[in-house]
């Protein structure tokens, strides 16, 4: 992950301005899950924040399949104040989609990822 941070802050031109970025927090024990585990986000946060072109916002996550989203969502919670400590300016919580925007927003999320319940759902491959 920090290749990634990398590149962004690399590919940035001098004097643009800075790029928002959130960290992606895997919640689950599948490494093929794209987000750092939690046991390193601090570590990440540190990283980014050395990256003079990024500026870090906050973190986002998908709740798992096989957990209430209101317990994943209260583990994202705590994982933002963990980066807060870090960085006070990384307030924003990107979590909850269609089915779990309700449970996101009541542990804290600022930004949501809404998509069947505006677009209807997706056409059938095929």
Known sequence: RDRL?????????????ALDVLLQVN??????????VPADLERLAEHVGGCPTLRLRGLMAVAPLDE????AFARV????????????DARW???GMT??????????ATH???????T?????RG
């Open 93 to 95: 919580i990107s979590a």
């Open 99 to 108: 089915g779990d925007f309700e449970e996101a927003i009541a542990a804290g």
């Open 5 to 17: 941070a990398d590149a962004l802050d690399a590919a940035a031109a001098e004097g643009d301005p």
């Open 77 to 88: 919670a705590r994982l933002s104040e963990r980066l807060r400590a870090i960085d006070p």
């Open 120 to 124: 209807g759902p997706r056409p059938e």
């Open 27 to 36: 919640l689950t024990d599948d490494p093929g899950r794209g987000g750092v």
């Open 68 to 71: 209430a989203p209101a317990d």
């Open 112 to 118: 949501l990822r809404i998509g069947s319940a505006i």
